[in-house]
Nanobody, 121 residues
Framework: QVQLVESGGGLVQPGGSLRLSCAASGSIASINAMAWYRQAPGKERDLVAQVNSGGGTNYVDSVKGRFTISRDSAKNTVYLQMDSLKPEDTAVYYC???????????????WGQGTQVTVSA
């Protein structure tokens, strides 16, 4: 059994900062890419940022220069540092990890439960 648990969401004023964390636990042999997605009300879930096993990153244009994704592979954890937040960043943020449970398993995607981020004055 694998579980991803997110933390760090909340209410913040425009221009403020938040740091999201997502830790994976359970039977894990290896983790490939780690990513953050977000879903605003009435919209689809979209990729925000991704970090691969080698540390390479990519971001959606709207967050470049404001958000930073990082990973601690020893802790099976991915972070999203969000600075200069805007009201349009308001959404439920989900982490996703592509991981292998063991040599008998193929890699597959696992999702966290989501954490609410609200940017409002």
């Amino acid at each position: 059994q694998v579980q991803l648990v997110e933390s760090g969401g909340g209410l913040v004023q425009p221009g403020g900062s938040l740091r999201l964390s997502c830790a994976a636990s359970g039977s894990i042999a290896s983790i490939n890419a780690m990513a953050w997605y977000r879903q605003a009300p009435g919209k689809e879930r979209d990729l925000v940022a991704q970090v691969n096993s080698g540390g390479g990153t990519n971001y959606v244009d709207s967050v470049k220069g404001r958000f930073t994704i990082s990973r601690d592979s020893a802790k099976n954890t991915v972070y999203l540092q969000m600075d200069s937040l805007k009201p349009e960043d308001t959404a439920v943020y989900y982490c996703k990890m592509n991981l292998r449970r063991g040599s008998r398993y193929f890699p597959r995607d696992y999702w966290g439960q989501g954490t609410q981020v609200t940017v409002s004055a």
